[in-house]
């Protein structure tokens, strides 16, 4: 019983001193436990999973969304007079089908007075609100500290979907670009763009090959 009872008192010793080693080990990793929670937060945070960031919004969208406002309302002036005073686009911060949000964009009606979402748009209202969105991106790349002068500006096709007052709204905002001493080049096969464009460059097709014509 005496042997039983002074290994068991030993033992005890043992378990105090680990309890105290214990202790102070867990006092010592207390500020690298708290930064690590610290820097576990801010992860979260900027991966848009911490339930703080209600719009769980990652933090390069967070960036790129504050460029979108500025895309949106230096395309918005344009879009306005495109749709003759009918459309405006505002930045939407409203979540997507997978719960994300930040690089949303709305288009503002005036004859409804209500917000649009871009999917209602018609195939000739798509084209010039995007056009509206590459002519703000690029006053808003110009307009950066050291930022490059887009001179030039190719538009590729989808002026077959506008109604002959969109063709001319939007022909007019391009010639106020042109006004700009900015080069602008349109490809497309619509007929009535012939009659606008002073300066042509026409592909003829042949059996043999295609030629390139200048006219004007």
């Given at each position: 019983?005496?042997?039983?009872?002074?290994?068991?008192?030993?033992?005890?010793?043992?378990?105090?001193?680990?309890?105290?080693?214990?202790a102070a080990?867990a006092?010592?990793?207390?500020?690298?436990?708290?930064?690590?929670?610290?820097?576990?937060?801010?992860a979260?945070?900027?991966a848009?999973?911490?339930?703080?960031?209600?719009?769980?919004?990652?933090?390069?969208?967070?960036?790129?969304?504050?460029?979108l406002?500025?895309?949106?309302?230096?395309?918005?002036?344009?879009?306005?007079?495109?749709?003759?005073?009918?459309?405006?686009?505002a930045?939407?911060?409203?979540?997507?089908a997978?719960?994300?949000?930040?690089?949303?964009?709305?288009?503002?009606?005036?004859?409804?007075?209500?917000?649009r979402?871009?999917?209602?748009?018609?195939?000739?209202?798509?084209?010039f609100?995007?056009?509206?969105?590459?002519?703000?991106?690029?006053?808003?790349?110009?307009?950066?500290?050291?930022?490059?002068?887009?001179?030039?500006?190719?538009?590729?096709e989808?002026?077959?979907?506008?109604?002959?007052q969109?063709?001319?709204?939007?022909?007019?905002?391009?010639?106020?670009?042109?006004?700009?001493?900015?080069?602008?080049?349109?490809?497309?096969?619509?007929?009535?763009?012939?009659?606008?464009?002073?300066?042509?460059?026409?592909?003829?097709?042949?059996?043999?090959?295609?030629?390139?014509?200048?006219i004007?």
């Amino acid at each position: 019983a005496a042997s039983v009872d002074s290994a068991a008192r030993a033992r005890c010793r043992e378990l105090d001193a680990l309890s105290a080693a214990l202790a102070a080990e867990a006092a010592a990793l207390a500020p690298v436990r708290e930064e690590a929670e610290r820097i576990a937060r801010l992860a979260g945070l900027a991966a848009g999973t911490a339930a703080e960031n209600r719009y769980r919004m990652r933090l390069e969208t967070y960036v790129l969304a504050a460029r979108l406002e500025q895309v949106a309302e230096a395309a918005g002036s344009r879009l306005h007079r495109m749709s003759a005073g009918r459309y405006q686009l505002a930045h939407s911060d409203s979540k997507t089908a997978r719960g994300r949000s930040g690089l949303g964009l709305q288009v503002l009606d005036a004859w409804t007075g209500r917000a649009r979402d871009t999917a209602t748009l018609s195939g000739g209202e798509s084209f010039f609100v995007s056009l509206a969105l590459a002519l703000g991106l690029a006053d808003v790349v110009a307009a950066e500290a050291g930022g490059q002068r887009l001179d030039t500006l190719f538009i590729d096709e989808g002026f077959g979907s506008l109604d002959e007052q969109s063709l001319d709204e939007v022909l007019d905002v391009l010639d106020g670009l042109r006004e700009q001493d900015r080069a602008v080049g349109i490809v497309s096969h619509v007929p009535d763009l012939r009659a606008r464009i002073p300066t042509q460059l026409r592909v003829i097709k042949t059996a043999r090959g295609s030629t390139v014509q200048k006219i004007g």
